[in-house]
């Protein structure tokens, strides 16, 4: 049963989310880093995760949001960046898919976390999913960014000796590979932060005790953040749907041309777009974090 004083704080937060999320996805929408229905995303994600995560995750999710929209927009001018983005299925304006494929696995995990509330260990496992789970998008983003700009080319996850253009599906370069460490690392870094901060400013029965296991966080949300990336380059590398492009005489992601010619299927699962991958991806950064948080903290 759900004890009224708990239903009217998850309502306030959700109100709270609902304003914020708006602000903030209108304000991306101006800066070119969301579409319409990318703002619809943001709002429908953000909502939910502070709402039923609470703010430290609601600052986890912007965390991740601003520097990932910041990153994005980093040297865009570059022409490693806007080759590869060539083969990329969408630009770099985030839409209503992209945002739920992000955000989504996050703000379920955040929605079961409070339902389990009455179990400690049930509800802390599933908190520290969901930071796995941002972990994980942020990373990837990161990785994305950042491993574009490389001067070395990547190589195939599947077949490290096989070199491959930038932005190719399953690529992975040292560089990419060093910025989805630190991608995953800032989220564990921030988690450890909002929350002494929040207990500082609101007091000691406010927000968890992070001094006894900051280390644990930080290395839980730096591995599992790095492994869902990884899992993601091998989704990329092996099932998920590629096409040939006639017109530019490349592979890519696109399954249509923007005059609207059709791609050649040339492998993967037909429905296993970008975004999909990635929210399978957080799903598998997600579980680790879990397994991770089961073995160091409840574990201990």
Do not use: C
């Not at 703000?107 to 908190?127: E, F, H, I, Q, V």
């Not at 099932?239 to 992601?253: D, I, L, N, P």
Request: no cysteine; hydrophobic share 50%; net charge positive.
């Amino acid at each position: 049963m759900v004890e009224p004083n708990a239903t009217d704080a998850v309502l306030v937060r959700l109100a709270l989310g609902l304003v914020i999320s708006a602000g903030i996805g209108l304000l991306a929408y101006r800066r070119r880093s969301l579409t319409r229905s990318g703002v619809l995303g943001a709002i429908i994600t953000g909502t939910l995760i502070f709402g039923f995560g609470g703010l430290i995750a609601g600052l986890l999710l912007i965390a991740f949001f601003v520097s990932s929209s910041l990153l994005s927009h980093f040297k865009e001018d570059n022409a490693r960046k806007q080759r590869a983005a060539e083969m990329f299925d969408k630009g770099g304006q985030r839409d209503l898919a992209q945002a739920l494929a992000n955000g989504g696995a996050a703000a379920g995990l955040a929605m079961l976390s409070w339902l389990a509330r009455g179990d400690p260990a049930t509800a802390g496992a599933l908190y520290a999913a969901m930071i796995g789970a941002l972990a994980t998008v942020n990373a990837d983003t990161w990785a994305t960014e950042l491993g574009v700009l490389s001067q070395s080319p990547p190589r195939l996850i599947t077949q490290p000796y096989k070199r491959v253009a930038p932005g190719t599906s399953g690529g992975i370069t040292a560089m990419g590979t060093g910025a989805a460490t630190l991608g995953a690392a800032f989220i564990g870094l921030s988690y450890v932060g909002f929350a002494a901060l929040y207990r500082l400013v609101a007091g000691p029965s406010s927000a968890p005790d992070v001094s006894a296991y900051f280390l644990v966080a930080i290395v839980m949300a730096t591995v599992a953040g790095l492994a869902g990336s990884l899992f993601d380059s091998l989704l990329g590398a092996t099932v998920q749907a590629m096409y040939y492009s006639e017109t530019r005489g490349k592979e890519t992601e696109k399954r249509f041309e923007r005059d609207g010619t059709p791609n050649r299927p040339i492998r993967g699962w037909p429905w296993l777009n970008n975004d999909w991958v990635n929210f399978l991806a957080s799903l598998f950064g997600a579980a680790i974090a879990a397994g991770m948080w089961g073995v160091m903290v409840t574990g201990m």
